[in-house]
């Protein structure tokens, strides 16, 4: 086959270009098909643990604890009786949280409208491992202390104790709709004499460590598990977010800390675990923040915390100061998220086009409570959108029919400037204007369709709704790929006829060779995307086939 260089270089390059991009949207915005696997972790009924201790897989280091007797500054514990796990445990309509003692800690919390895969029944848990939430003076060394006085009164649970001269407690209001939480850290200076305080809110937890960097080859040849690479630090300051994955923090050695912010007003603080977000944050409240690892990570976990504080100056002995975190432990959906606070809902990326993907989620949204069927409204609308898009079809059809006439006297130039490129370049180009013909009309209905093209996929990675949401048959989840790879499969002779029946005029043998490549390698590229991504491909091909077919006919008649 002899191939020009050129052409080759082009596919090459335009190939690369394209795994590159869906290296980077894996990258950002990972694998949907973490069900099955991710869903093996987490039991239906939790019961609440410590954090490692030095015989776990995890080093002691990594989240210190004080002993549950006197402390190096003074520290004392409880003596009072433990809660009973009943009196640690909140079920509300949506969630069920429970709460651990000794550690001061969110031991778990689990959606109960979301399931881990589609077989088990396992609620989804937020957590990756127990959480610590506890007021500290000790802002240098960022640890977490153990043995708290507990106090449970309706939808409040109090966690207490003793550091030096100040007695802290965090007061955790668990609401009984939505997936908010609400924790008062209060510092009570218990001498008669001022004291001065500098004191924040720790947060940690031991997360799941990313066994890859979740590239577009990773997520394809690993059966789903580059999503939890998924996992991002994320926080917003005036609707201009910033992030940073567990992957990239773990994998740098943890010498300088993710954030380390000065006296900012958030948006929102957290981690961002794509379809899920636990957030915690000093809403509307200007805090000093440092995101770092709170230990080194291992090959089972990575260690990490969170310090919100601020320095508060002299206390007045037996004053009390205290800061206010606002929190969100729920799933990305744009409804519920705007309804607990209008901020969270940019972290939904839906990318360079949102000015598309917003409308188009709109529109999907408005045709599944009619369809009730998400593959039925992504087939509709997909079909609404050629619609939208027919007169660029047309217009570029009718170029291709007045290129494919005057073709015989364009190969006729071709013949009489052979031994001359240039010469023959300007010559077609001359013939063409004179004719009122423009060869790149034929790229008008894909010019158009690429940024919708993206937005969608956006749109389609983004959108839980999608998540383990059926179409039919063998596609029980629109949000993982096709677990039998029909559907990329049929994409990709779908293609491959569509090439066949579109015209070409002015293409050479070598160049139609090559374009019949693309469904191929288009093909492939679909084998790890969303079935409902494909779907919409499918369908975008199947009307393309029917829409050129029509012009063909009808153009027949009118070119002759």
């Known amino acids: 086959m002899n191939w020009d260089k050129k052409s080759i270089v082009a596919v090459f390059v335009c190939t690369m270009l394209f795994m590159g991009y869906m290296t980077y949207l894996q990258h950002k915005y990972p694998d949907y098909y973490?069900?099955?696997?991710?869903?093996?972790?987490?039991?239906?009924?939790?019961?609440?643990?410590?954090?490692?201790?030095?015989?776990?897989?995890?080093?002691?280091?990594?989240?210190?604890?004080?002993?549950?007797?006197?402390?190096?500054?003074?520290?004392?514990?409880?003596?009072?009786?433990?809660?009973?796990p009943a009196e640690l445990t909140f079920e509300t309509k949506t969630r069920i949280i429970r709460f651990d003692q000794n550690q001061g800690s969110i031991a778990s919390i689990q959606l109960k409208d979301y399931h881990q895969d589609?077989?088990?029944?396992?609620?989804?848990?937020?957590?990756?491992?127990?959480?610590?939430?506890?007021?500290?003076?000790?802002?240098?060394?960022?640890?977490?202390?153990?043995?708290?006085?507990?106090?449970?009164?309706?939808?409040?649970?109090?966690?207490?104790?003793?550091?030096?001269?100040?007695?802290?407690?965090?007061?955790f209001t668990v609401p009984e709709d939505g997936y908010g939480l609400q924790v008062k850290v209060s510092f009570k200076n218990t001498t008669a004499t001022p004291q001065d305080l500098s004191g924040g809110a720790l947060i940690q937890e031991n997360l799941i460590q990313p066994q890859s960097d979740g590239g577009f080859l990773d997520s394809m040849f690993s059966g789903g598990e580059a999503a939890r690479s998924a996992t991002t630090f994320v926080y917003s300051v005036d609707g201009k977010t910033h992030e940073k994955t567990v992957h990239d923090l773990c994998k740098e050695g943890g010498e300088s800390p993710a954030f380390n912010l000065t006296g900012e007003k958030l948006d929102y603080i957290g981690v961002d675990k794509h379809y899920f977000l636990t957030f915690l944050w000093a809403k509307d409240q200007p805090m000093n923040y440092l995101l770092d690892r709170s230990g080194p990570p291992n090959s089972l976990f990575c260690p990490v915390s969170l310090l919100a504080w601020q320095k508060?100056?002299?206390?007045?002995?037996?004053?009390?100061?205290?800061?206010?975190?606002?929190?969100?432990?729920?799933?990305?959906?744009?409804?519920?998220?705007?309804?607990?606070?209008?901020?969270?809902?940019?972290?939904?990326?839906?990318?360079?086009?949102?000015?598309?993907?917003?409308?188009?989620?709109?529109?999907?949204?408005?045709?599944?409570?009619?369809?009730?069927?998400?593959?039925?409204?992504?087939?509709?609308?997909?079909?609404?959108?050629?619609?939208?898009?027919?007169?660029?079809?047309?217009?570029?059809?009718?170029?291709m029919k007045k290129m494919q006439k005057l073709q015989p006297e364009m190969t006729s130039i071709r013949e009489k400037f052979k031994e001359?490129?240039?010469?023959?370049?300007?010559?077609?180009?001359?013939?063409?204007?004179?004719?009122?013909?423009?060869?790149?009309?034929?790229?008008?209905?894909?010019?158009?369709?690429?940024?919708?093209?993206?937005?969608?996929?956006?749109?389609?990675?983004?959108?839980?709704?999608?998540?383990?949401?059926?179409?039919?048959?063998?596609?029980?989840?629109?949000?993982?790929?096709?677990?039998?790879?029909?559907?990329?499969l049929l994409l990709g002779v779908g293609m491959f006829?569509?090439?066949?029946?579109?015209?070409?005029?002015?293409?050479?043998?070598?160049?139609?060779?090559?374009?019949?490549?693309?469904?191929?390698?288009?093909?492939?590229?679909?084998?790890?995307?969303?079935?409902?991504?494909?779907?919409?491909?499918?369908?975008n091909t199947i009307v393309s086939i029917a829409q050129q077919q029509w012009l063909n006919k009808r153009l027949a008649k009118q070119f002759g």
Not at 324 to 352: C, R, V
Not at 438 to 449: D, R, T
Not at 501 to 519: H, R, S, V, Y
């Open 312 to 399: 508060f100056g002299l206390v007045e002995g037996g004053g009390t100061v205290d800061i206010t975190l606002s929190g969100y432990f729920g799933p990305k959906q744009m409804e519920i998220l705007q309804s607990h606070d209008k901020n969270l809902a940019h972290s939904i990326k839906l990318g360079w086009f949102s000015f598309f993907a917003h409308p188009l989620m709109t529109v999907l949204k408005e045709i599944h409570k009619v369809v009730h069927n998400w593959g039925t409204a992504i087939i509709l609308i997909t079909l609404f959108l050629k619609i939208l898009f027919y007169p660029l079809t047309r217009a570029a059809a009718i170029s």
């Open 118 to 171: 589609l077989t088990s029944g396992r609620f989804v848990e937020a957590l990756d491992n127990p959480m610590i939430v506890q007021g500290t003076t000790n802002i240098q060394e960022k640890m977490g202390w153990s043995g708290f006085a507990a106090k449970r009164e309706g939808n409040q649970i109090s966690l207490s104790r003793t550091e030096g001269p100040w007695e802290i407690q965090q007061v």
């Open 497 to 539: 006829l569509q090439q066949k029946l579109t015209p070409n005029p002015g293409m050479d043998k070598n160049q139609e060779k090559i374009m019949l490549m693309m469904p191929v390698i288009f093909a492939f590229m679909m084998l790890s995307m969303p079935a409902g991504m494909v779907l919409y491909m499918m369908t």
């Open 420 to 488: 001359d490129p240039q010469r023959q370049q300007k010559e077609l180009m001359a013939f063409m204007s004179q004719n009122k013909v423009n060869p790149f009309k034929g790229c008008l209905p894909i010019l158009p369709q690429i940024p919708v093209f993206i937005a969608f996929y956006n749109l389609l990675s983004q959108t839980i709704e999608l998540r383990h949401a059926p179409f039919f048959g063998w596609i029980q989840d629109l949000a993982s790929r096709d677990p039998y790879y029909i559907t990329p």
């Open 34 to 84: 973490a069900g099955q696997k991710q869903g093996e972790e987490a039991p239906v009924d939790i019961v609440p643990t410590p954090f490692p201790t030095p015989s776990a897989s995890i080093p002691a280091s990594s989240i210190a604890s004080a002993p549950a007797t006197a402390g190096a500054q003074g520290e004392t514990a409880p003596t009072v009786a433990p809660l009973t």
